[in-house]
């Protein structure tokens, strides 16, 4: 379910770049760093996030309609990308929510600025490079297998999975033409601007993630830094990114707490965006001085 | 017209439920499927086959590199390259090319290169290649980072021949405090270098700008044709007409006594390079990066469409393999150098697929007693396009 999006913005920063961004709500500011897939859009789970906070989501460089900032090139330069926005915002201080790939960069902010994430929710985070439960390879896989990784119960349409990862790669089935070549139909219009976003997320997660895989190999060790509270949330099935992930950074964060949503997949804040909302919103009003409200969360 | 001996080194020994069960050849087709013995008596084979061509008048014998596949047994060129310096005396020794956008380390290729040329006495030419999608999977090498190493690595190597001083190197990519190298090469200013194009304009740029030799890989003439037509257009934009060996076509080629026992035979070995040899995903093709945007939606528009859905046939009509008997193949490679607006080289592939030594070795005579001599005079005449 995709709700109407609230008027867009964009945020320029000093010469770099346009961070475009969606914002509604009001109370406490909420960051919200979208997984691979995900810029752009306003989806159920934000809407109810907004009911109670001020929510800001921007889209990370190089996704959806923010430019490229073509020096960032590892998750360290995401982190002062986003103390940029911060600033730019003129937030001291903010929740900080992320999914997938921006759990991960929400997490190395955590870790690079604790003074700046009044706390901290990790969904399906990617970021730690554990051998022993390798992450799927997204760039291998064809878009039309992406629904059965990112979900429990593939919805028939997929809403949220036609904008995860690699949506629409390039490409049909079979066969390159020549090599390095594309193959697919003639293209042309929609279907090729398309493809064409597609492949320019793709290949901005690839810039950030290739190597090391959806990790940096320190984090684990440099998450003790952590000082804002932590709810790590893990979806029961995930099969991107395994749930040892999620139990190790539980386990690594200085006094995380740890929740799991049942019959739910990788991409849980829109497989389950209601269960997924009332537990972030909890954790968060649990945690903010100006609307205290005991959190249900269970560890 | 130049001809040379081209060889990708297949391992033709699939599985017959290879189709069903494999989405390649490359990456993720297990090793298990290698059987060592076969593979010493294959490179064996396939070296002779070059050595043959040198003694047959070919120009050139070439080689390539490719990793973790059945398509292709050269991880890496230079090896092989080696291996022919010493038995050869007489054609060009073509590497055609090093992949130095996957190379962790490319002052090696220009120490290696140099070595080939001594060893070669001057007859290296060296191609210098990005290394296709799935390498990069392979060698776990960042494909946004693709031009910028071959970039870089083309810049650093071309100074390491010619540099007759210690330099230090600082690029975004690679840093060297001391670049000296021992051998240099004996070619001045150094080895001929060729770059194979696929529709990139940055990449007819390049070449056109520095005067290397563009080299066409395997796709349907009416594109090869749109890119020699824009290496054509960006020497003209710099105000000059390509040699025209500067323009190099590639194409898979098979000569019978006649054109009848010809097809017969080519059709296994055609459609397996096609088919199965080059069978890949899409995500192989072009991980993200791989391709610059403009370039992507230059190929999509084109409504290139996969190899597995040409029949032998339409590769044939294509200019996707030339088969047939020594007259019939010298008519349809004049009519594609027409097609074409001219090229100075051909690079064919003799070795195709599951073709035997047997074939491979007649259909090279034949290709050399008697296609060669009727194309050599071949576009002396013609005015560039």
Redesign the interface.
């Known amino acids: 379910v995709t709700t109407d999006a609230p008027a867009e913005d964009y945020l320029d920063l000093s010469g770099a770049g346009r961070v475009h961004l969606f914002r509604d709500g009001s109370g406490e500011p909420v960051l919200f760093l979208h997984a691979a897939g995900g810029a752009g859009t306003w989806p159920e789970f934000h809407a109810r996030l907004a009911r109670r906070f001020d929510v800001i989501a921007p889209d990370h460089p190089g996704f959806g309609k923010s430019d490229e900032f073509p020096e960032a090139e590892g998750v360290d330069d995401l982190v002062y990308h986003y103390l940029d926005v911060l600033d730019a915002l003129g937030l001291e201080t903010a929740h900080v929510v992320g999914a997938s790939f921006g759990g991960w960069i929400a997490a190395e902010l955590a870790v690079a600025a604790p003074h700046r994430v009044r706390s901290l929710v990790l969904l399906s985070a990617a970021g730690l490079r554990l051998p022993d439960h390798p992450v799927t390879?997204l760039?291998?896989?064809?878009p039309g297998k992406l629904p059965e990784i990112l979900f429990h119960s593939p919805p028939p349409a997929s809403p949220g999975a036609g904008r995860e990862v690699?949506r629409g790669?390039?490409?049909?089935?079979?066969?390159?033409?020549?090599?390095?070549?594309?193959?697919?139909?003639?293209?042309?219009g929609p279907d090729?601007d398309a493809?064409?976003a597609a492949?320019?997320e793709?290949?901005s997660?690839?810039?950030f993630s290739?190597?090391p895989y959806l990790s940096n190999p320190k984090l684990e060790r440099r998450l003790h830094r952590i000082t804002a509270p932590t709810l790590v949330i893990a979806p029961d099935d995930d099969r991107l990114i395994p749930v040892a992930h999620a139990r190790r950074y539980a386990d690594r964060i200085p006094g995380a707490r740890y929740a799991e949503v049942r019959d739910c997949g990788h991409s849980m804040h829109f497989e389950k965006p209601a269960e997924c909302a009332d537990l972030t919103t909890a954790f968060i009003s649990g945690h903010s001085p100006s609307d205290q409200i005991t959190d249900g969360v269970s560890r | 017209v130049k001809f040379s001996f081209f060889h990708l080194m297949p391992y033709p020994y699939l599985p017959d439920d290879f189709d069903e069960k494999y989405d390649s050849t490359a990456l993720t087709f297990p090793n298990k499927h290698f059987d060592p013995d076969l593979g010493v008596r294959l490179y064996q084979r396939y070296l002779d086959e070059l050595e043959y061509a040198d003694v047959l008048g070919f120009d050139g014998i070439a080689v390539n590199e490719h990793h973790q596949s059945a398509y292709g047994l050269m991880p890496s060129p230079n090896i092989m390259a080696a291996a022919l310096t010493r038995r050869t005396s007489r054609a060009r020794i073509m590497v055609l090319g090093n992949a130095i956008g996957i190379r962790g380390n490319p002052l090696r290729v220009a120490e290696e290169i140099a070595m080939l040329d001594l060893l070669s006495d001057g007859r290296v030419d060296s191609g210098f290649v990005r290394g296709i999608g799935w390498e990069y999977f392979g060698h776990s090498i960042n494909p946004t980072k693709s031009r910028s190493r071959f970039n870089e690595a083309h810049d650093l190597i071309v100074k390491a021949w010619t540099s007759d001083e210690l330099f230090a190197w600082n690029g975004d990519n690679y840093e060297y405090r001391y670049v000296n190298i021992w051998p240099k090469p004996v070619q001045k200013p150094h080895p001929p270098i060729y770059i194979p194009g696929a529709g990139s304009t940055e990449t007819m740029k390049f070449c056109a700008e520095r005067k290397y030799a563009y080299m066409s890989v395997y796709a349907p003439t009416r594109i090869v044709g749109r890119w020699f037509d824009g290496y054509r257009k960006a020497a003209d934009d710099l105000g000059y007409v390509p040699d025209p060996e500067k323009i190099a076509f590639s194409v898979p080629v098979y000569v019978a006594e006649t054109s009848q026992q010809a097809h017969e035979e080519a059709r296994p070995m055609v459609e397996w390079l096609y088919h199965l040899g080059l069978k890949q995903t899409a995500e192989m093709v072009t991980p993200p990066g791989y391709m610059s945007p403009g370039s992507l939606r230059g190929v999509l528009a084109s409504g290139m469409h996969g190899f597995r859905e040409s029949p032998y046939e339409d590769l044939l009509a294509n200019g996707q393999a030339v088969v047939g008997s020594p007259a019939a193949v010298a008519d349809r490679l004049g009519e594609l150098h027409a097609e074409l607006g001219g090229f100075g080289q051909l690079i064919g592939l003799f070795s195709i697929g599951p073709a035997t030594h047997q074939q491979v070795m007649r259909s090279a005579e034949l290709f050399a007693g008697e296609v060669m001599p009727a194309l050599r005079s071949l576009g002396l005449s013609t005015s560039p396009a």
Do not use: H, K, M
């Open positions: 390879d760039f291998l896989t064809p690699g790669r390039p490409g049909g089935r079979s066969g390159p033409v020549g090599r390095g070549n594309e193959v697919g139909q003639a293209c042309s090729l493809i064409l492949y320019r793709a290949t997660l690839a810039r290739w190597v």
